[in-house]
């Protein structure tokens, strides 16, 4: 019987492979180089490294990075766009900002060529009139010339379609009859939602992505079936959920940020269950450096994030904060004699001055591992026998230190200093600059290199701890184990609530309802039980900014019970008396849009299965090593961490080592061992 789940993260730098076994609850993972450009590779080396027999597996979930650096290196499928009558330049003037506030310079290039954006007759209004029914031939021959052009794939993008998707329905229908392949993106189908140039974005991007990231998935799912694989193959979405690999081929724009989104999940339950429901995450592998701010024991989910500028994708994803910061990220010297780190990154090959393959710059992990924070004997990833300290230590001289008048370790110091001062500044950009005390925040780092930052994270920002969890490297390959199966769903309802026609919004909630439930019922997986939820995008009448209104709504048996127009009332006064303290006399109020969320919960492991077994402080001492901190080299204790029993106390200067990370507790520090194998890193007068 097949009873082993699989998670896969496919970062920058490396593929980490998380493998659970429900049968045993035991737990094995494996980090081997990421494989580029056809980053497959290395997501089949990593499994075949841990399970030699996919029969066994039951389900294998992947958070992916693949549609994110399309976007971000504009790498997507040459496209083509139909649209409405005078709207062909919707997605270049976007909402007339420009790249560089100041001064005149700086343009903006769609990711469709204007030559390519071809318009047709028809138009709805925006009460959903159509006063213009759309002219079939028109379209045809529009998708056509697209066709001829070599584009590959196609975005159907009409005004007011979220009011009425007859005209834009009837146009997809005939791309697609005539389209040579699967990818014909329809912006009402994908965003039914008030706001021209977000719908037309959103759903632009999607067309972008669809080639590359279907093309991708396909190969991994025939990879993975020639090799024995009959279970479900899942994909992590942005927002935290996951998705079957159909859904991601069709609406690819929502694994924008899947990687990233699924070290938030697990690390949020894995923070929960040790008891600390407000925390703030540090993802840091060889790229970036991903933070994340999760309060009582809930992630902030976004609705709408700009990739980069006039890439914005209007979806629900989960808030990240992402800086150029990673492992890898490339330290130099700019002409004023200022110290930068990133955001150029030397990847997974040539890789940091240590690994020896080639790269003569210094990187963060140079700094690390010439200041003896980490092993040179036993470096993360398997493919390397030894780090070149000597090669790190002379580039760090060569680039930084002679330029800036430092020797080799001061030079290291300086580059962990500028790292770890834009690492504190992306904290507190999730914090304190949104009204969250850092104090009553855990940190928790994951990814190869985030434990190695922790103790000085905690003195920047003054966080009360830091949690390591028990296996850090792969933490997003666990949560792609974690995460829930989730659709989102969201409808312009564009009324006044005084007599508004709660019958029609109900009819809304349970299409949605419908939907979400038909997929999960698809999927092979099985659920503990199914979670729905509604949110009104709600304002007074004349103000643009809205507020989020929960709706206290029950489901029983797939049947939604319709709202009352008293509940929405009294609904949003809440929600708008506790944002703004106050509510507006003779407001006439207005609901603008209703977002649903259908989740399947998926069972649960039991993280204290991946606590230590036995053992004793004494057999997990490895020795000790000179590592350098502040100004001066410190005798400092080498431990096994996998080997530490549980209540272990480690007082800091300390360092814990395993395949994925090394664990580094600074002096002043201490680090203790919970009942789920995590590392709590205090302060050592606590």
Same mark, same amino acid.
């Given at each position: ?5 699989? @998670?896969?993260?496919?970062?920058? !730098? ?13 737990? #094995? ?32 979930? =992947? ?8 976007? /971000?290196?504009?790498?997507?499928? *040459? ?44 138009? +709805? $209004? ?18 056509? #010339? ?105 609406? %690819? ?39 994340? $701010? ?6 902030? /989910? ?57 790269? !003569? ?9 010439? $200041? ?6 036993? %470096? ?18 060569? =680039? ?28 507190? /950009? ?31 920002? @003054? ?8 296996? %850090? ?13 989730? #659709? ?54 004349? #103000?643009? =900014?809205?507020?989020?209104?929960? /709706? ?49 919960? *998926? ?30 080299? =410190? ?5 096994? *961490? ?16 395993? %395949?994925? +990370? ?25």
């Amino acid at each position: 019987m097949s009873s082993k789940m699989i @998670g896969v993260d496919v970062g920058g !730098t490396f593929t980490d492979i998380f493998v659970l076994d429900e049968a045993t609850g035991t737990a #094995q993972v494996a980090k081997v180089p990421t494989t580029r450009p056809d980053q497959s590779g290395g997501f089949l080396s990593g499994i075949s490294s841990r399970v030699s027999d996919l029969s066994e597996v039951s389900v294998v979930v =992947h958070g992916t990075t693949a549609g994110t650096n399309a976007l /971000l290196e504009r790498k997507g499928a *040459r496209i083509g766009v139909i649209t409405t009558m005078g709207l062909r330049d919707v997605l270049e003037m976007r909402r007339r900002d420009r790249p560089r506030t100041w001064g005149l310079r700086g343009d903006f290039e769609p990711v469709v060529d204007r030559a390519l954006r071809l318009e047709v007759p028809e138009r +709805t $209004l925006a009460d959903g009139t159509i006063r213009t029914p759309v002219d079939l031939d028109a379209v045809r021959s529009a998708a056509k #010339q697209l066709i001829d052009d070599g584009c590959l794939a196609c975005a159907i993008l009409f005004a007011n379609s979220y009011a009425n998707a007859e005209n834009e329905a009837l146009a997809v229908k005939a791309v697609r009859d005539i389209w040579p392949n699967a990818h014909v993106s329809c912006s009402s189908e994908i965003l039914p939602e008030i706001r021209e140039f977000e719908r037309f974005s959103t759903t632009a991007l999607n067309a972008y992505l669809q080639p590359e990231v279907s093309g991708y998935l396909a190969r991994l799912e025939t990879a993975l079936t020639s090799d024995g694989f009959t279970g479900e193959f899942m994909i992590v979405q942005s927002n935290g959920g996951v998705m079957d690999v159909d859904t991601a081929a069709s609406y %690819p724009i929502r694994t924008a940020l899947s990687g990233p989104a699924a070290g938030v999940i697990a690390a949020g339950y894995i923070a929960e269950a040790a008891g600390f429901p407000d925390v703030i995450t540090g993802d840091m592998g060889g790229t970036s450096f991903d933070v994340s $701010l999760i309060a009582k024991g809930k992630s902030m /989910l976004s609705p709408q994030t700009s990739i980069d500028f006039g890439m914005v994708v209007r979806s629900p994803m989960i808030e990240i904060t992402t800086i150029g910061a990673g492992g890898g990220s490339i330290a130099w010297v700019d002409k004023g004699g200022l110290l930068n780190i990133g955001p150029e990154s030397a990847g997974s090959t040539p890789g940091p001055v240590a690994y020896g393959m080639g790269n !003569t710059r210094p990187t963060v992990t140079d700094a690390n591992v010439v $200041l003896g924070r980490i092993d040179p004997d036993n %470096p993360i990833g398997g493919k390397l026998t030894r780090l070149d300290v000597e090669a790190a230590s002379a580039a760090i001289l060569e =680039h930084v230190g002679k330029p800036l008048n430092l020797d080799a370790l001061q030079a290291a110091e300086a580059i962990l200093r500028v790292a770890n001062s834009r690492m504190a500044g992306a904290l507190r /950009l999730v914090s304190i600059e949104k009204g969250f005390d850092p104090k009553r925040f855990a940190f928790m780092p994951f990814g190869g290199g985030g434990a190695l930052h922790a103790g000085a994270m905690m003195a920047d920002v @003054g966080l009360a701890r830091a949690i390591v969890p028990r296996y %850090p490297g792969v933490t997003s390959a666990m949560g792609c184990v974690i995460a829930d199966m989730r #659709q989102d769903f969201v409808q312009t309802i564009n009324a006044m609530l005084t007599g508004m026609d709660t019958a029609h919004l109900t009819g809304f909630m349970q299409a949605h309802v419908d939907a979400g439930n038909a997929t999960l019922n698809h999927a092979k997986t099985t659920f503990e039980g199914i979670e729905t939820t509604f949110v009104l995008d709600m304002a007074y009448l004349g #103000q643009t =900014h809205t507020v989020s209104v929960p /709706l206290p709504v029950t489901v029983t048996d797939g049947h939604v019970t319709p709202p009352s127009e008293d509940e929405i009332t009294q609904a949003f006064d809440k929600e708008y008396k506790s944002t703004y303290g106050r509510l507006l006399q003779n407001g006439t109020r207005r609901v603008i849009n209703l977002r649903s969320a259908v989740t399947g919960k *998926r069972p649960r492991f039991d993280l204290s299965t991946l606590a230590p077994k036995g053992g004793t402080v004494e057999a997990a001492r490895k020795g000790t090593r000179q590592v350098h901190f502040a100004d001066a080299w =410190h005798e400092t204790t080498i431990y096994n *961490r996998l080997d530490l029993p549980i209540g272990a106390e480690i007082p800091g200067p300390a360092i814990l080592e395993q %395949p994925d +990370t090394t664990v580094l507790i600074e002096p002043g520090l201490k680090g203790i061992v919970d009942t789920f194998g995590n590392t709590l890193i205090e302060r050592a007068d606590t």
